[in-house]
């Protein structure tokens, strides 16, 4: 089976997976959760706060970053990473309209 053409999906379908593959990861999960309960620039403690090494601490944060979710801001020696409001929202709304488009039905298998 050959790899799909990206091109041939929508703008939505493309952010929306992009989305989903930056939070397919538990870390990746626990990492947002950490940003959104702090509700401010976290720096250095993202690691004191995880049970993974500083170097897959930042594998993880570059593929949040990559997606558009959080955003990077470099404080002397260290970066500090925050949600990315526009995009945050960006993203709430494709996951919404993915799950209000489905309407239960019996008549499925």
């Known amino acids: 089976m050959g790899t799909a ?11 929306l997976a992009r989305y989903l593959k930056a939070m397919a990861h538990p870390a990746r999960i626990a990492i947002l959760e950490i940003l959104i309960r702090k509700q401010a620039c976290v720096c250095g403690e993202l690691v004191d706060d995880l049970p993974l ?28 990473y925050c949600i ?11 996951f919404e309209h993915l799950f209000d488009s489905f309407t239960p039905t019996t008549k499925c298998c």
């Open 5 to 15: 053409k990206l091109e041939d999906f929508s703008i939505r379908q493309n952010k």
């Open 53 to 80: 090494a500083q170097s897959t601490v930042s594998q993880h944060l570059k593929e949040l970053k990559e997606a558009g979710l959080i955003k990077g801001e470099i404080e002397g020696p260290s970066i500090c």
């Open 84 to 94: 990315h409001e526009t995009e945050w929202n960006e993203a709430r709304k494709y």
